[in-house]
Structures are given as structure tokens and as C-alpha cells.
């Protein structure tokens, strides 16, 4: 299947959804599942497909592309954090 079929077809998933820390989650598990198991060039071509899905629903809701966005940079930084943290309490 083409990556921009596969894009469109999430990024409908998530309209439908209606529901901005599911996806927020759900595109985060992506990723993390990728940066564990893939080479560099494949991380970066999954970075990619999520931003086309962001983009695309963009194009038909900025408000809640907008909010998924920052839900998904709220989890990476509470992620980030408690790796931090954990750190330092060793």
C-alpha cells in the first residue's frame, strides 16, 4: 500500500476518533516502536508518515491537529522528564 493511502487512512482513523490523547498515544507508541527496533532510515520515514497524518488532518481540522500536536509533545516531554529523573535519583 502507497504511504500516502496508509496516511490518509490514519489520519481519517483519527478524525473519527474525536479523541486528542488517544491519538496523541497512539502516534507516540509509533514512534517509540520505531526508534527501538528500526535503523535510522526507517525512523526517519515513520517520523515522516506521522507528520503526513498531522498534515492531513490539519487540512480538515487545524484546531484538533493542533491539539493532538501538543498532546504529543506534552507526552514526549513527560517521557523525557521521567528518564531524567530516574537518572538522577541513581
Do not use: G, P, R, W
Not at 24 to 30: M, S, V
Amino acid at each position: 500500500m502507497e504511504v500516502n493511502s496508509l496516511a490518509q487512512i490514519y489520519a481519517a482513523k483519527y478524525l473519527a476518533l474525536e479523541n486528542v490523547v488517544k491519538v496523541a498515544e497512539d502516534l507516540f507508541h509509533i514512534m517509540e516502536i520505531s526508534i527501538k527496533s528500526d535503523s535510522l532510515a526507517k525512523q526517519e520515514s515513520t517520523k515522516d508518515f506521522l507528520v503526513k497524518v498531522i498534515e492531513l488532518i490539519d487540512e480538515v481540522d487545524t484546531d484538533y491537529a493542533d491539539k493532538i500536536a501538543k498532546s504529543y509533545l506534552d507526552k514526549t516531554l513527560n517521557q523525557y522528564l521521567n528518564v531524567v529523573v530516574k537518572k538522577d535519583k541513581k
